[in-house]
């Protein structure tokens, strides 16, 4: 306990969100630009009035038009978190869905072994999900759009 026992707790998910960064910047070609926690553009809601909503992960362009949205999770413990997360990513793919925008969900860790169920539900309902192995299928993500 402490201060910083939120720190050292989300530090794993900094690292997954950085090593998903530069493994997706490696993989795609050079006229998609990878913009990290964009202020410009946000499927989320903004909280009231002129506040900008939530940024995501990672929003790829293509030249200046938003085309994918990433966010990506990494769970070494089960528990509510991720699944009040699953659930609201499947209110993003919505969301994404009305923008004409892609979303891809990257979630790993070893909590996802024990919670299958919020992660099959949500699998049914978002387009990609995958994890950091399978973060290669990104470029055939990309040709569709």
Not at 84 to 91: G, H, P, R, V
Request: with cysteine; charged share 25%.
């Amino acid at each position: 306990m402490g201060l910083d026992s939120n720190t050292r707790k989300n530090r794993s998910g900094k690292i997954f969100e950085k090593m998903c960064q530069e493994k997706i910047k490696r993989l795609i070609n050079p006229y998609f630009m990878v913009v990290n926690n964009d202020q410009n553009f946000s499927l989320y809601k903004p909280f009231s009035g002129n506040q900008k909503g939530k940024t995501h992960d990672f929003v790829v362009y293509k030249g200046n038009t938003p085309i994918l949205i990433v966010e990506c999770n990494f769970y070494n413990v089960g528990g509510s978190k991720p699944i009040s997360i699953a659930e609201s990513y499947i209110e993003l793919q919505k969301a994404a869905k009305e923008k004409n925008v892609i979303f891809l969900w990257i979630t790993d860790g070893p909590a996802w072994h024990k919670m299958k169920d919020p992660l099959l539900r949500a699998m049914k309902k978002i387009d990609y999900i995958v994890n950091y192995k399978m973060l290669s299928l990104i470029k055939k993500i990309l040709k569709n759009s």
